[in-house]
């Protein structure tokens, strides 16, 4: 980094970090630039990796060279894309009151794709997988072996079952948590306060964490303060 | 015309997906690589639509001289300023040594890295004045994260260093995280998991509607 | 003096304090480093005056935010000066992953996909560099790939410093014969599905606009069935959820996460259910990765800062805690006293 572009950086760390005095000017500064850079940088992002190298290299392709320049595969035209770009055109649509009813069609594609994924991963991965990594066997370290698991794979594949369950009641709305089924519930809170616990745990973590990297910028990029 | 049109276009689309997944093989296959393409092209031009209105706004702000509207000129510059950089860059304009990575590198990078950085200092400061152990379930939040806190860093080790091995704050910390916290993950992901699946379904069936600017 | 003057003097010595740090790190200037006596000393101070919070607290006079604030900057900034290196415990799920790289044979084909942006690399970056370089002492071949625009670019970064290495430099490693950057291509979970069936097809040139068949590397390489084994690097969406999702359970691959700290409590549930072979979670992940690669890196540099700070928070949750507990009792005596 040179010294202009080292300069601008700490300037610009330094007026969203003076947001912790107090609201001034410095800060709002910086984070105008902040959302205009951010908001041009997405747009030029998917205009390249999007569209261009979407639809406009897919529709208007190029011969693939190697090396030496020879062809190692001849341009193939895919004029599928245009359904695409009339869907992306669809999108803009919307900008004009009188026909942007049609920019539902664009919508309607996006969230029929995302449902129907969607649908069927999050059914196998976070639903199915799951309740079979939960009936483990509880002493045995694997199906068929008998009683030989050590007593600490016991206890944590009781705990798992006992956890997951009991979340699992508690989030069962349709039933009043009354009687068992209330003393089950609130097991079931008592595993998810040790979740939530660990996360906050995580999440402060995580912040310091990049914390100190941009201590570690201005100390030792900018000033040379530290090794 | 308006509403079954939609409907139509989510129900194929949602369809083709979830067929799709038991039988990968043509034409199923090249249905996946069409949809793949088409969405990203969709998203580029979603993306127009979210700047344009960042622009009208701010445009409208400094037109009628509203107060700030310093700050929305200095958004308007600067959305200007990177789009046009990129775009006449062309398709390397993320090659480093081009004025879109300098700007990338010296602007974007710090601020967006501080913006996020100082939540830790009000995660600390909400801490000391917000976090109490009013009742049961508070104080095992509590009690849950003191131990991964301490207990993932080397001050845990430090301090609990005197106690055999398997026993100190480092491994307990990594038990609460592998069975108690999992078990509690598990369970908030199957339930998310099933509110997917219904959601996902009702959409491909046309029950839900409210993407198409509907109720049931 | 007006509050005005005040911020006008303290932004000038600001300034001043750092033109002449920045002039003397120009001239040559070494870094600073706290003597051991110095370094105890800070300690000691941080920790009285914490009591010292302690006992306004307990009175009712709560300390100001920015307060609070100062002490987190000290914290995180002080620990940077202090010579101090300190132990870690390995979690097994690092273990894991470190055990399931060092099973791969040499010349195993192994899959890092970059799905993070810049403000995620102090946690990630130190993950990146310290699998590339053990894949590259194990004699790996890597493929790297994003779902993320910046993902490619953090893995130059790092493949660039891995590189320059002594030790790495003199395999002579070639591009395109030992290592590939296919870089980025959006889509999210539809290009991992896309890559089930081919890579090719999701990536038909590399990061530089070589064509995938004019990669020596990429020759044998049709899909996920000729990938050893796939490391995911992740802050978000698209991330590590959807390689589980898609890539181990559709595809059956042998899968490793690296994640940042506020995503890593989900991946639990994954990697118990064996979905996931092998988690780094968050800066202390990548702290014990180094440890079991035997390298120096940010990650262990950085766990001091992280010591220091996770002491604070907790101790500013105590403090609130006792305040509390006493302000409580207090009322309820009060309470007594006015019934008799």
Known sequence: MDHFSLWLAAFLTLGIVSFLYKDNAWYKISEAIFVGISAGYWVVSLFWDNFYAKFWKGVFPEDQLNEAGEVIQAAQPDYWLFIGGALGLLMLLRLVPKIGWMSRWSLAFIVGATSGLWLMNYLSSNVLVQIQGTIVPLFSSAFGTGFDATWETAVQNIVILVGTFTGLVYFYFSKEHKGAFGRTARVGIFFLMITFGASFGYTVMSRMSLLIGRIDFLLHDWLGMIE | ?216 | ?340
């Open chain 2, 1 to 216: 015309m308006r509403r079954e049109v939609p409907l139509i276009i989510t129900g194929i689309v949602g369809l083709g997906f979830v067929v799709q997944y038991f039988i990968p093989h043509f034409p199923f296959s090249k249905m996946n690589d069409w949809f793949t393409d088409w969405f990203s092209i969709v998203q580029a031009c979603a993306i127009v639509l979210g700047a344009l209105n960042l622009l009208k706004v701010s445009l409208e702000k400094v037109a009628a001289q509203k107060k700030d509207w310093g700050y929305a000129a200095v958004i308007i510059a600067s959305f200007l300023l990177i789009t046009i950089v990129g775009l006449v860059e062309g398709e390397g304009f993320r090659t480093p040594g081009t004025t879109f990575d300098w700007l990338y590198v010296n602007v974007y990078i710090p601020l967006s890295a501080t913006m996020f950085s100082i939540l830790a200092f009000f995660v600390a400061s909400a801490s000391y004045r917000a976090f109490r152990a009013r009742n049961l379930e508070a104080t095992l939040l509590l009690i849950a994260a003191f131990f991964v806190m301490i207990g993932r860093v080397p001050v845990g080790e430090m301090i609990s260093g005197f106690m055999p091995e398997g026993w100190r704050l480092g491994n307990l910390a990594s038990w609460i995280m592998n069975v108690p916290q999992a078990a509690g993950q598990r369970a908030i992901m199957i339930g998310i998991g099933l509110g997917i699946v219904a959601t996902s379904l009702r959409i491909i069936l046309g029950i839900e509607r409210a993407h198409i600017g509907g109720g049931e």
């Open chain 3, 1 to 340: 003096m007006s509050t005005r003057a005040k911020e006008i003097i303290a932004i000038a010595s600001i300034t001043v304090f750092a033109l002449i740090f920045y002039i003397r790190k120009v001239t040559g200037g070494l870094p600073f480093e706290f003597p051991m006596a110095v370094t105890y000393g800070v300690i000691g101070l941080l920790a009285l005056s914490l009591l010292w919070i302690l006992i306004l607290t307990i009175q009712g006079k709560l300390i100001e935010r920015r307060v609070v604030f100062v002490y987190v900057a000290f914290a995180v900034g002080l620990p940077l000066f202090m010579p101090i290196s300190q132990k870690m415990t390995i979690s097994p799920e690092v273990q894991q992953l470190y055990d399931a790289v060092l099973e791969q044979k040499p010349g195993s084909r192994v899959l890092i996909s970059f799905d993070y942006d810049p403000p995620s690399a102090p946690e990630l970056q130190p993950m990146a560099e310290s699998f590339i370089r053990l894949c590259f002492e194990r004699d790996l071949q890597v493929i790297i790939m994003g779902l993320w625009p910046q993902g490619p670019q953090q893995a130059n970064l790092a493949l660039q410093k891995v590189l320059e290495e002594e030790a790495i430099a003199a395999k002579n490693l070639q591009y395109g014969v030992d290592y590939v950057n296919l870089g980025f291509q959006s889509g999210n979970e539809f290009v991992i599905q896309g890559m089930g069936d081919s890579f090719k097809k999701k990536f038909p040139t590399d990061y530089q606009g070589r064509p995938y068949d004019d990669i020596p590397m990429l020759s044998n390489v049709k899909n996920f069935y000729n990938i050893d084994y796939c490391f995911n690097l992740s802050s978000g969406f698209p991330g590590s959820v959807e390689w589980v999702q898609v890539a181990v359970d559709r595809y059956g691959q042998d899968m490793g996460a690296g994640n940042t700290a506020v995503q890593a409590p989900t991946m639990y549930a994954y990697l118990n259910a064996n979905q996931l072979n092998g988690l780094l979670g968050g800066m202390n992940g990548a702290a014990e990765f180094e440890i079991l690669c035997d390298y120096e890196g940010k990650g262990r540099k950085y766990m001091v800062s992280q010591s220091f700070s996770h002491v604070v928070v907790i101790a500013f949750v105590l403090i609130g805690n006792v305040a509390f507990f006493m302000s409580g009792r207090k009322s309820a005596l009060n309470g007594e006293k006015e019934q008799a």
